[in-house]
């Protein structure tokens, strides 16, 4: 790294304490890495906004239940988790009722619309 220090760049990206014991682990790292940038969580109201996007760019809709159950569990994420502020948690959510919609599309023995099949309801999210 020292050879190389004015043409290389290197990210590291982490939860803070995490970070924090990782460059404490050598007495020479701290120094290697002299810039520290930290992002707050997302808020409950970003993190559906992405998940919105993420949805609108799969050419997803949420229903109405599951637009409630999707706020729901992220709320109930950040009462639960120190870290449950990030878009990989809503990215892993979104992936998830696209593939349960799938399954409880196949289950199904008639025509499906368009809609149908761009639709994730308030089930897909694991919701009754």
């Known amino acids: 790294m020292e050879d190389y220090r004015d043409s290389l760049i290197l990210i590291l ?3 803070q304490d995490e970070m924090d ?3 404490e682990t050598n007495p020479g790292l701290r120094s290697r890495f002299p810039i520290h940038i930290s992002f707050p969580d997302y808020s409950n109201r970003e993190l559906l906004a992405i998940a919105d996007l993420m ?4 050419q997803y809709v949420l229903s109405g239940g599951a637009r409630d159950e999707l706020r729901f569990f992220i709320e109930k994420e950040h009462k639960l988790h120190e870290h449950s502020g990030n878009a990989r948690m809503v990215r892993n ?3 998830r009722a696209i593939r349960r919609q799938a ?3 196949m289950k199904k023995n008639c025509e499906l619309s ?3 099949l761009m ?3 308030r089930e897909d999210l694991g919701g009754n």
Do not use: K, M, N, P
């Open 13 to 15: 990206a982490g939860y």
């Open 21 to 23: 014991w990782f460059v």
């Open 55 to 58: 949805l609108q760019q799969r």
């Open 93 to 95: 959510l979104i992936e």
């Open 103 to 105: 399954v409880r599309l």
């Open 114 to 116: 368009r809609v149908d």
């Open 119 to 121: 639709s994730i309801v």
